[in-house]
């Protein structure tokens, strides 16, 4: 029977927070503390026994690592919390991404021996982009070389933040039995995993240390807060209050962030990280408006019944939109999945109030949608509700066609928010039905595999009319090939990995004088541009072409000039050495000449594509390939065997050191020598060795000798 859920929290009690990390790192095992703590459930899941709630996926069982990013919800303290356990492997990085987009704050889980690893730096610098703030735990206090200060220390050095630690251990390793409490100055124990916590005076022994590192925490504060620092100067201390209200601020800044401390596994350390993410981490009412472009429609919405008609000095069509029910709705689809239920689609409300039976309209498509049911998803279940307000993390069941990315609004008050980014694909393999009458069935499925995961991408190759099936990683092609033997009965042939290579300028060349004419009856076409190329100096995170324009005189004119650029961007999909994706271009139109009647967008679109493909042809070129940085942690002896290997792959070691006992190697592979790497690292360290991959772009491919 479907629990019918009413109640909706005060925007200022609502958290809406991710779990961050490297896989391994215990993001999953603090999620299911979390949900035993709060009450939302009664036994706590373990990872080893595929009884978690959120790793709900029958794959994720059974490889044992969250692949599917998991909504819950469980209150605590007075507030709602929305969590969303994310994936930890790289493969899965889009996951991350879309939830990223869509949360006010993230908890960043960190192995208490291992500090930070490449996944959680890739993942912190992805709450960077997006601006999350994030409080750090660092988990696993009760392993053999666990080790607190060590992992701050690479807390501070990799990831360039302040941390502000507001813990010290009670015992080490497996004597690891709790927490001192630095802001209040309580010592917090859990005698055994299945008792509370309990709250009492800091041991005598430990007393010095934490009044010598509760000064050092006041420091640090007061060196990022003005009014702390003021307080401090004048004080010569911060009172508790002070210090809270400073690392609230802070934190929500992102100028410093909060460390807390614990052992997940055994339900130490899980009250006082959900008593930080209420104290520190931001409610949707202290976030900023969310920003997108007016989306004005010529479908006829006078017929729709109107959200938040108050509008509260928000005009229809307003670019900013603050998180108040009583605002026009806007909300923005961050998930699209397939349940027993129907199809799910997972959506943020920014601002507004959605009902059941609402009608809304999706401002990219231009459509209208009706919301038939709404529902508080806890992993695989879900609750019916009647209303969802803004700051609400929900799912509705009755949009036909919406996509991740999607903006779902108010029909009388069109906005358009800004979707997750998406990254493009690097490896593909070739499927097909092994029943030649399932082909056609097949086609259906890979659609619907993409609506769920847009980080997928399906083409059917030109030349041998193969279906191929692109993605982020070999794992990530592996789950998708999986789900559809498992869940649609699919019998498939799948063919080798292959990565996509993309084209890059090495020597332009300049003055490339390109006139397209053509006259075939009726009215002609002409245009005429002069074109330099040059190599684009490549910054992460920067774009892949640009284009310029140094005409002057009006000889050609502004909007044929964007017409250009577009046939610009034609060009670049196919590069001269072998139809490969051109990146790293810059093109700068410096002349042109137009023809009074035959002169057209069409004209200098055509003339445009054609120049730089004739250019690109006269350049010189190189090929990319796809590399990434793979951190290798083996048995010390078996280090030199690893070190051959991966010469043997191409590979390049960047750094070599010893951690926790074990020999760790950093190397930058290319991605197309990482196929099969892990079946023949288990046979060289006999099943004791483990890499972890992070794409790092593109680099020129190079051969042995």
Known sequence: MRTTVTTVSALAQVRNLGILAHVDAGKTTVTERILFATGSTHKRGEVHDGTTVTDFDPQERDRGITIFAAAVSCDWDGHRINLIDTPGHVDFADEVERALRVLD???????????VEPQSEAVWRQAD??????????????????????????IRSRLHTVPLVVQLPIGSEEHFTGVVDLVTLRALTWPDAAAGMHAGEVPAHLREEARSRRHLLEEAVAELHPRALEEFCAEGRLSDSSLAAALREVTCTGEGVVVLCGSAYRNRGVEPLLDAVVSYLPSPADVAPARGTSAPTSR???????????????????????????????ALVFKVTQAPTGRLTFLRLYSGTLRKGDSVLDAGAGRTERVGRILRVQADRHADVETAVAGDIVAVIGPKAARAGATLCAPHAPLLLEPPGTAEPVVSVAVEAVRSSDSERLVGLLARLVEEDPSLAVRTDPETGQTVLSGMGELHLEVAVE????????????????????????????????????????????????????????????????????????????????????????????????GHR???????LTDGATHPKDSSDLAFRTAGRLALRQALGRCAMVLLEPVVEVTVTVPEEAVGSVLGDLAA??????????????????????????????????SRTQGRGTFTARPTGFAPARTEG
């Open 582 to 588: 051109v990146t790293g271009v810059k093109v700068t």
């Open 483 to 578: 789900k559809l033997r498992r869940a649609h009965g699919m019998e498939l042939r799948v063919g080798r990995p292959q990565v996509g290579h993309r084209e890059t300028v090495v020597r332009g060349v300049a003055g490339m004088l390109f006139r397209h004419v053509k006259q075939d009856g009726g009215s002609g076409q002409f245009a005429q541009v002069v074109l330099d190329v040059q190599p684009l100096e490549r910054v992460e995170g920067g774009p892949e072409f640009v284009f310029a324009s140094t005409v002057t005189g009006g000889r050609v004119p502004q909007e044929w000039i964007r017409a250009v650029e577009a046939g610009c961007r034609d060009a670049l999909a196919e590069g001269p050495l072998g």
């Open 129 to 154: 982009r997006h601006g999350v703030p994030r409080i750090a735990f660092v988990n696993k206090l009760d392993r053999a070389g666990a080790d607190l200060d060590a992992a701050v220390a690479s």
């Open 105 to 115: 704050g993230a908890v960043a889980v960190f192995d208490a021996v291992a500090g």
């Open 649 to 682: 792959r191409r590979g390049r070691v960047s750094g070599q050191t010893v951690r926790g006992g074990a020999g760790v190697v950093t190397a930058t592979v290319p991605l197309a020598e990482l196929f099969g790497y892990a079946t023949r690292l288990r």
């Open 300 to 330: 006829d919405t006078s017929h729709l019944p109107a959200h938040g008609t108050s509008g509260a000095g928000v005009a229809a069509g307003s670019a900013e939109r603050a998180a108040d029910p009583a605002q026009p709705l806007a």
